[in-house]
């Protein structure tokens, strides 16, 4: 096969290597058991909450021991096969230095006959499978050369990032600082990224409504801070990006979400820990070290934001029982149950927005500075 991408950098092309053993071990373990005249199997870890283990000073959620076996037999046939094409695609596009997003995926897939997709979840899972079974080699996912297609996030503030050009390798350096009322768009893929920085902290934050305010009024140049924007629940590659950040730069990262159970248990839960449906690469993409700058349940007193407030809806209070409940970071993090336990009986929670009450930069004059002096204080 022709390269249609030329420069790979020294990590990525180990990481080319491994990928391809890992993949053509797995083939050839199938086809020696066909030739035996045996039934083949391919056995992946059972990705879920359930199958997690959570070690806080690892600080990430790993996947547990249990697995599960896919036998090839009259019923599973055609996922078997499907199994089979998505791991000779990726094959092709580690040779041959490309990606496919996971839609990109599904429509490749038409072309597989017998054994193409109905719909993209279908594709999706089996993907997220072959992911999980190469783990254990330390691959990941955009290793395999499936990236994402959401947005990665958006970031500004004191950070040059050094990118290469694909096709020469040539170095392009971009200045966080000079996007004007924009921001740089983290790729879906970082790896190759460089960073220099003279910034005191990473400043992620839920919202792009509130980033755009920080950043509109270059907050980062105040804080001598980087700014980015997770957009909900962030991206595998801006958690990538941040955990970078993080591990190179040496950098603290504060979060700062909606104070309601699904900023708490889900965007920033997954920021610091992983989820567990990916458990088996969470210790590439979290960011262990992160802390909880806000909004927290406290705050909505301290800040008489009572009247900024809105009820809480029973889906909230399901997500908020369930992780106090079931999910290991709220058993292990008692401060976490706490505040979520207040948050229950207050019944109400409140956007970031709602600082917005005290005037609009608020949050620039007041909160955020007043945040920073007592960083020992923010939420584990």
């Known amino acids: 096969m022709a390269e249609t991408r030329k420069h790979r950098s020294a990590q990525q092309a180990k990481n080319d290597k491994i990928a391809i053993k890992s993949i053509d071990d797995s083939a050839s373990y199938i086809y020696g058991k066909i030739m035996k005249g045996q039934k083949p199997e391919i056995e992946m870890p059972l990705r879920g909450l359930s199958n997690v283990v959570y070690d806080s000073k ?4 790993e996947i547990g021991r249990s697995k599960k076996v896919r036998t090839l037999t009259v019923n599973t046939a055609k996922t078997f096969a ?3 094409r998505m791991m ?4 092709e596009l580690v040779v041959t230095n490309d990606f496919a997003t996971k839609r990109d995926a599904y429509y490749q897939s038409k072309n597989w006959r017998d054994a193409k997709f109905d719909e993209q979840p279908e594709s999706d899972t089996v993907m997220d499978d072959i992911e ?3 783990a254990v080699h330390d691959i990941s996912r955009e290793d395999l050369r499936f990236v994402p297609q959401e947005h990665g996030g958006a970031v500004a503030g004191e950070l040059t990032v050094i990118d290469r050009d694909m096709e020469t390798g040539k170095k392009i350096v971009i200045d966080c600082t000079k996007f004007g009322s924009g921001a740089y768009s983290v790729p879906s893929f970082v790896e ?3 960073f220099k920085t003279n910034a005191k902290f990473v400043l992620a934050i839920e919202t792009h409504g509130m980033f755009q305010r920080l950043q509109s009024h270059n907050y980062w140049k105040k804080a001598h801070c980087i700014l980015v924007s997770l957009n909900g629940v962030p991206s595998r590659s801006c958690r990538r990006f941040v955990r970078r950040l993080s591990d190179e730069c040496k950098l603290p990262v504060y979060a700062f979400t909606d104070c309601d159970p699904y900023g708490i248990s889900n965007i920033y839960r997954t920021l610091k820990v992983g989820s567990g449906n ?9 960011v262990p070290n992160a802390t909880y700058l806000g909004l927290a349940p406290q705050d909505i007193i301290d800040y008489e934001l009572q009247d900024a407030t809105h009820k809480l ?3 909230d209070i399901k997500r908020a029982r ?8 709220f058993t292990e993090h008692k401060a976490w149950a706490k505040a979520m336990e207040m948050l229950v009986k207050m019944g109400v929670r409140a956007e970031q927005q709602a600082l917005s009450k005290h005037g609009l930069n608020f949050v620039i004059d007041e909160y955020l500075p007043a945040k920073l002096k007592k960083p020992s204080a923010f939420l584990p």
Do not use: V, W
């Open 278 to 286: 990916a458990a088996h690469i969470n210790r590439f993409f979290c």
């Open 313 to 315: 809806s029973e889906i």
């Open 322 to 329: 369930d992780a106090l409940k079931n999910d290991p970071f």
């Open 58 to 61: 690892k600080g990430y959620f």
């Open 132 to 134: 999980a079974m190469f």
């Open 82 to 84: 499907q199994t089979l």
């Open 88 to 91: 000779a695609l990726s094959k």
């Open 192 to 194: 190759q990224l460089e």
